[in-house]
């Protein structure tokens, strides 16, 4: 008798821990969204907005997703690929957690390939028709120079968020964008936090990373991290100044 009660516990801790787990998978899925490339439409009269749209590209991405509670985590390294066929991705190296990997990471990737097939690309993008920019007339100057322009969803959206973008010093160039989604995708979510960074590469906006943490009931708090290294954009090769750039090595 204790030995069954001893394996129902066991089942019921694998089945919480799965359901938490899978959570988990939701609320990073939305909270990492299609990065949003493109240009703003309609136009705004953030002159950091009025860029070259990237209408394909070629990058390779890293990805990586943990769980404290559980202390479970996963790497993926892959080759993707956008354009006028749609999203592509090619598996290279993968480690840690199968469930971390099978589960979260290669679906964040099956769902952003379903969400561009779709036409549903544009529910993440940093435009007028999404945002209102609460501070677009007096941005507020921080500490270091650099611009922020206070950024409100224009409706609850797993895709959106409430905070901030962070411009350069002159507010001709995207750096970030950071704050909380406008709407928690369960209710099993607390909060979730991202912090998305850009850089203007040969003339093309494009993110180069995104940091998501999320605190979830009975799960604690998970974390996402993807960097993105661009080979091509817009059919062009990537110049070494621009991918310097990227890597940090020269200012954006």
């Known amino acids: ?32 969204g299609w990065p949003g490339i493109r240009a703003a439409q309609p136009a705004t009269a953030i002159p950091a907005l009025q860029e070259t749209p990237a209408k394909s590209y070629r990058a390779f991405r890293r990805m990586h997703a943990a ?8 790497w993926v390294d892959c080759w993707t690929e956008l354009d006028e066929r749609g999203f592509r991705y090619d598996v290279v190296s993968e ?17 952003e390939q379903e969400l561009i097939a779709a036409g549903s690309a544009g529910r993440a993008d940093i ?13 507020l ?9 206070a950024l409100k969803a224009r ?18 160039q995207l750096l970030r964008v950071e704050g909380r989604l406008s709407k928690n995708p369960s209710f099993w979510t607390n909060m979730v936090d991202i912090v998305r960074e ?20 009975f799960a604690g708090t998970s974390r996402m991290d993807v960097r993105y290294n661009y080979e091509s954009i817009n059919g062009r090769p990537v110049s070494l100044e621009a991918r310097q750039i990227a890597s940090g090595t020269l200012p954006r």
Do not use: H, W
């Open 1 to 32: 008798m204790v030995k069954a009660t001893a394996r129902y516990g066991d089942r019921r801790s694998r089945s919480t821990q799965r359901l938490c787990l899978c959570v988990t998978v939701c609320t990073l899925l939305v909270g990492t």
């Open 95 to 111: 480690r840690g957690s199968d469930y971390i990997r099978e589960k979260i990471l290669k679906t964040l990737l099956n769902r």
């Open 198 to 217: 850009f850089a203007r590469l040969d003339g093309v906006r494009v993110p180069i990373s995104t940091d998501t943490i999320a605190k979830l009931k």
């Open 141 to 149: 100057v921080t500490s270091n120079g650099e611009r922020a322009v």
């Open 155 to 172: 409706r609850k959206d797993v895709l959106l968020v409430n905070g901030r973008m962070v411009l350069n010093q002159d507010g001709t």
């Open 127 to 139: 435009n007028d028709l999404n945002y209102e920019f609460a501070d677009g007339a007096s941005p």
């Open 67 to 74: 769980n404290e509670k559980f202390n479970q985590e996963g």
